[in-house]
């Protein structure tokens, strides 16, 4: 069976984006958790890079 | 002990592309200017073909989103690389072929579009060999930042080099997606995609070229310039991190907002207008990172022309990506498509964020390269105050036509008959137009002021070709302690991190469209609709070289209003052998999907000849030529063999006698002109417009006609 009849099969199309919001929550969340729990100093240390 | 090594910055590369930023921002400008005042005095269009706002408009947009934002995008990108990577460029070499190459495509774009060589497909006009042409620049461009990165003694890479690799990844895909097309001719193609999927493509390609080449790569160039103009650095490096992949996760999605009401499926309409409103988060995190890093400086901002055009850049990104999302409201959308809003929405971006932002870096750079001050602030800070009072008389009296357009156009009276014609709409709002277009002249002039500014300021100084700078290489610099977060690693893996955005934009992508293109009843075939016949065909190619889809629409939407106008709502089945679609984004004129039959063909020739003749007040411009050019019918064939191989059910051998039916319909059509007293040469384009013209819509009108 060729890769496009498999999609045609599929009715529920609505979980296409239903899996896409939840890839892009984890992502988001993952991303906050990272940015949030990071070293302080680390983070200044980058934002002078432009300034060095 | 670790010795720093000397190496010299690029500074001739960011130069040239500076040059080019301020002489192609001219230009575009000027002809943008052109263009509006034609849309209040027709007489400008000049009779000719090379002159007329079809012809203009692509080159307008083209210039400014091209030439003028892609220099200063590709000047802002090398001057930034060079700094946070403590490294010269790669390789001076790809750097100049990336600089005259997207120079020799900007002079082919704007020569071909004048000749009226386009795709018909807004925003990516230029035919296939430039398509090619920008792509293989594209990879220069690519090589020469990746190579530049491979050897940067800065282990971190700055946020903005993140925002130029999503830019750089995203637009090869957009720009490779979009341009899939079949050449005929070493100038003409047909787009690989028809109706539903063409138009998704395109505004999946159309909307993201505004998020990927107007926008991610300005917030790399805020991301740079605010902070070094502001002399602090930026107010939250954790918030950029969060902005750069919402961002980018996020803008990809918004797409089919371009086409709310239109025969797309419903849900991938819904898709699209979810993912819009949520891009207000990332849109305004980045706008107020922006604006923070100017906090405890704002006394600075009263002085400094660089640190105003800073801020009302990102006060204009902040209220257009808010407006953005608004626009992508059904019911507010039902209101602004097709109006001069979306024109007012647009250009306050442009004017106000990109253009700004651009000449905000440039006053700041050029001084810089040439080793002395701005040559005169206060012809800054007047620049700064005509193109912010430009901005202003552009966008409100657009607002005001946009807001009256659609008001007129769903009024009805209390008899229930539309109670305004088109014509009457389109003459209500050409004062707002002249407002326009000295809003427009206005920007410009302060444009010209930057140029004369600028130039006395190279003219004071010394340019600095190579600029001296000193760094220690990355493997004498000791490796950070202790165990590393999976994103602190891709932070200095730019491969990781380009796999990892290429990632999260195909996935908006690949949602979107794998199901229209793969699942049959998104896009139902309808019976009676049956392929162009070949004079049709060729009415269509020249009905796209004119530009006739800048001003009108063939989509219309479910609305009562529309449908009284125009006739029965458009369905997706009806455009399946439409390569390009033609739906258009604006109707300065009436939406032409249901045409045919409508008027006689005398009345098209005779307004095609002269617009105010037929309809006095039309704005519409002349197109004599039609009416004098012979047909070219050699490339008949080529054509028809071309649609076959896109899956147009043309018979076997129809490309052998094609050019025979072409002649008998042009002579059935110039025989009906004669009846009207109208001399006509079958053999004239004119008449394979006609016959176009006279097809729209016909199939179904025909098909409910036998049903009865």
Not at chain 2, 39 to 52: E, K
Not at chain 2, 355 to 381: D, E, Q, V
Not at chain 2, 623 to 645: S, V
Request: with cysteine; net charge positive; aromatic share 16%.
């Amino acid at each position: 069976m060729k890769f496009t009849n498999y999609l045609k099969d599929i009715h529920n199309v609505s979980i296409y984006p239903v899996f896409s919001l939840i890839l892009f929550t984890a992502v988001f969340v993952g991303v906050v958790l990272y940015t949030f729990g990071s070293d302080k100093k680390k983070m200044q240390g980058h934002a002078n890079i432009p300034m060095k | 002990m670790t010795q720093a090594e000397k190496f010299y910055y690029d500074n001739k590369s960011v130069k040239l592309f500076g040059i080019a930023t301020l002489f192609w921002g001219v230009v575009g400008m000027l002809v943008g200017v052109l263009i509006a005042f034609q849309l209040a005095y027709p007489s400008l269009n000049f009779g000719i073909p090379y002159t007329s706002f079809g012809r203009l408009r692509p080159i307008h947009t083209n210039a400014v989103i091209f030439a003028f934002v892609g220099n200063a995008v590709f000047g802002g990108a090398y001057y930034i690389l060079q700094r946070v990577l403590k490294t010269r460029m790669y390789s001076d070499l790809l750097s100049k072929i990336h600089f005259w190459g997207w120079q020799l495509i900007i002079v082919f774009g704007a020569l071909t579009l004048a000749l009226g060589y386009t795709t018909g497909k807004e925003y990516a006009e230029l035919e296939w060999p430039l398509d090619i042409l920008i792509t293989i620049i594209w990879l220069v461009f690519g090589v020469n930042m990746f190579g530049t990165i491979l050897k940067r003694r800065e282990r971190h890479l700055y946020v903005a080099i993140w925002f130029f690799i999503g830019t750089w990844v995203t637009v090869a895909m957009l720009h490779i997606v979009n341009s899939f097309e079949l050449p005929f001719t070493w100038l003409k193609s047909y787009s690989l995609y028809a109706g539903v999927q063409d138009a998704l493509v395109q505004w999946w390609y159309g909307h993201n070229a505004v998020a990927f080449f107007l926008t991610t790569p300005f917030l790399g160039l805020m991301y740079y310039f605010v902070p070094k103009a502001a002399e602090r650095p930026i107010y939250s490096y954790r918030w950029s991190i969060i902005h750069f992949w919402a961002l980018i996760f996020i803008y990809i999605w918004a797409g089919p907002h371009h086409l709310l009401y239109t025969a797309l499926p419903g849900w991938a309409q819904a898709l699209g207008t979810v993912f819009s409103i949520m891009l207000i988060l990332p849109s305004w995190g980045g706008m107020l990172n922006g604006l923070f890093t100017l906090r405890g400086a704002w006394d600075k901002v009263r002085e400094d022309p660089i640190l105003k055009m800073f801020v009302v850049a990102l006060t204009a990104y902040g209220m257009a990506t808010f407006e953005g999302p608004m626009l992508s409201l059904k019911n507010v959308n039902a209101i602004s498509h097709y109006t001069d809003w979306t024109i007012a929405h647009v250009h306050v971006g442009a004017l106000g964020f990109n253009g700004f932002l651009i000449f905000g870096m440039l006053y700041w750079l050029i001084p810089r390269m040439w080793g002395t001050t701005l040559y005169s602030k206060k012809l800054a800070n007047t620049h700064f105050l005509i193109g912010t009072l430009g901005i202003l008389l552009y966008a409100i009296p657009l607002y005001w036509a946009g807001f009256s357009q659609s008001l007129m156009w769903k009024k009805f009276t209390e008899s229930g008959q539309l109670q305004y014609q088109f014509l009457e709409t389109v003459t209500h709002v050409v004062p707002m137009y002249v407002l326009r277009a000295l809003g427009g002249t206005l920007y410009l002039c302060g444009t010209i002021l930057a140029v004369y500014n600028l130039r006395k300021t190279m003219l004071a100084g010394t340019f600095i070709a190579n600029e001296a700078a000193e760094g220690i290489a990355l493997r004498d610099q000791p490796m950070p302690k202790g165990k590393h977060h999976w994103h602190s690693v891709i932070e200095r893996k730019p491969i990781r991190l380009l796999i990892f955005s290429l990632v999260a934009v195909s996935i908006g992508g690949m949602v979107e469209m794998m199901p229209t293109f793969l699942i049959d009843n998104n896009v139902p075939t309808i019976a009676a609709v049956k392929p162009y016949t070949p004079l049709e065909l060729q009415g269509r190619d020249i009905y796209v070289r004119e530009g006739c889809y800048t001003c009108h629409s063939q989509m219309i939407r479910p609305f009562r209003d529309e449908e009284a106008r125009y006739g029965e709502y458009s369905k997706a089945g009806e455009f399946i052998y439409d390569h390009p679609f033609q739906w258009g984004s604006k109707r300065t004129g009436p939406d032409l999907q249901r045409i045919g039959g409508k008027y006689p063909d005398s009345w098209h020739y005779r307004h095609m000849n002269d617009p105010e003749e037929i309809s006095d007040g039309s704005i519409m411009p002349p197109y004599p030529w039609l009416l004098e050019d012979d047909l070219d019918t050699t490339n008949t064939p080529k054509k028809i063999r071309a649609m076959q191989k896109l899956g147009v059910p043309y018979p076997k051998d129809y490309d052998k006698i094609a050019n025979r039916e072409l002649r008998e319909q042009a002579e059935r059509i110039a025989e009906n002109l004669r009846k009207d007293k109208i001399k006509a040469d079958s053999r004239k384009e004119i008449i394979a417009v006609i016959a176009y013209l006279q097809r729209l819509g016909i199939d179904i009108k025909q098909d409910k006609t036998a049903q009865k």
